[in-house]
T-cell receptor, first 110, second 109 residues
Framework: DAGVTQSPTHLIKTRGQQVTLRCSPI?????VSWYQQVLGQGPQFIFQ???????GRGNFPDRFSARQFPNYSSELNVNALLLGDSALYLC?????????FGQGTRLTVV | QKEVEQNSGPLSVPEGAIASLNCTYS??????FFWYRQYSGKSPELIMS????GDKEDGRFTAQLNKASQYVSLLIRDSQPSDSATYLC?????????FGSGTRLLVRP
């Protein structure tokens, strides 16, 4: 079975631009979560979606938004990019409590 | 602010030794606890989950949970150089995972 897939794997954007990251969960998993990981830190929770509804949101500005589609895939959008948004963005899917991560999208803002 | 604390390391052990990684958490309501392994430049990989007090063994890995002390640990027996990675402790808090900053483990050949 395919694991969690994310695209793109790497991305370079300029300050002020907008970016969309994509995630396909493991087949059968209805919950998708997004995390941001900066170098030297553990992942920080951004959003969780379950059955297309937002279940929770972390302490991130409104520039961050997300949605989940009927096939349970998800997109994370970040507007007005700042240098500090440079990080590894991780998508996790879960069926119960265990969360499985995709390979991540490495975003560099220059 | 609910927190998960880990010693950043590095923890250096010789090949074949037991590596002991520790984690404390602040949310007494947490019910699920996880250990992830993260190689440099890669994403976290789930290696152990534990939900009740005591020990849980899976191959060379043993997770230990003490809810009264709010303490989770991971033991790696017969450590191998391929175990060298950062180990992240994660605690379930409602709908999200709260991660520690990770402990870097180095296994010397």
């Amino acid at each position: 079975d395919a694991g969690v897939t994310q695209s793109p794997t790497h991305l370079i954007k300029t300050r002020g631009q907008q970016v969309t990251l994509r995630c396909s969960p493991i087949s059968g998993h209805k919950s998708v979560s997004w995390y941001q990981q900066v170098l030297g830190q553990g992942p920080q929770f951004i959003f969780q979606y379950y059955e297309k509804e937002e279940r929770g949101r972390g302490n991130f500005p409104d520039r961050f938004s997300a949605r989940q589609f009927p096939n349970y895939s998800s997109e994370l959008n970040v507007n007005a990019l700042l240098l500090g948004d440079s990080a590894l963005y991780l998508c996790a899917s879960s069926l119960t409590t265990s969360a499985f991560f995709g390979q991540g999208t490495r975003l560099t803002v220059v | 602010q609910k927190e998960v604390e880990q010693n950043s390391g590095p923890l250096s052990v010789p090949e074949g030794a037991i590596a002991s990684l520790n984690c404390t958490y602040s949310d007494r309501g947490s019910q699920s606890f996880f250990w992830y392994r993260q190689y440099s430049g890669k994403s976290p990989e789930l290696i152990m989950s534990i939900y009740s007090n005591g020990d849980k063994e899976d191959g060379r890995f043993t997770a230990q949970l003490n809810k009264a002390s709010q303490y989770v640990s991971l033991l790696i027996r017969d450590s191998q150089p391929s175990d060298s990675a950062t180990y992240l402790c994660a605690v379930d808090s409602s709908y999200k995972l709260i991660f520690g900053s990770g402990t870097r483990l180095l296994v010397r050949p």
